[in-house]
């Protein structure tokens, strides 16, 4: 015999977000697949840096760090401001830091 869920079934549906809503969050998460960007949003969860800091930090090149950076800042994960000639990148929100602590966390429990 078949258990009766419709309950359960009408609970979750009700505190279920839109589809589109889901998929902008697959696709936050899906930025957080990339390692290096992961580090980066890992170096300025410790402090603001320049991209050739990051790109010392990281070992990797300032045109590589460059395209990372845009991908971020288009997501909101990063934010920017300039100083002369310098742009300084830190991490957009408390909302990212917290992300950043959380998962990192997680995986260290």
């Known amino acids: 015999m078949a258990h009766d869920h419709s309950d359960i079934i009408k609970?979750?549906?009700?505190g279920l977000p839109k589809d589109e809503e889901l998929q902008d969050l697959g696709d936050l998460f899906k930025i957080f697949g990339d390692t290096t960007r992961i580090k980066i949003m890992y170096a300025l969860h410790e402090d603001e840096m320049c991209v050739c800091a990051i790109s010392e930090l990281l070992g990797m090149t300032q045109s590589a760090i460059s395209h990372q950076l845009k991908t971020?800042?288009?997501a909101n994960l990063v934010k920017?401001?300039?100083e002369g000639k310098t742009i300084y990148y830190s991490l957009a929100d408390d909302h990212v830091k917290t992300i950043i602590a959380l998962g990192y966390e997680h995986i260290t429990e």
Do not use: D, E, N, Y
């Open 11 to 14: 609970h979750v549906k009700k």
């Open 72 to 74: 971020l800042k288009t």
């Open 80 to 82: 920017s401001r300039r």
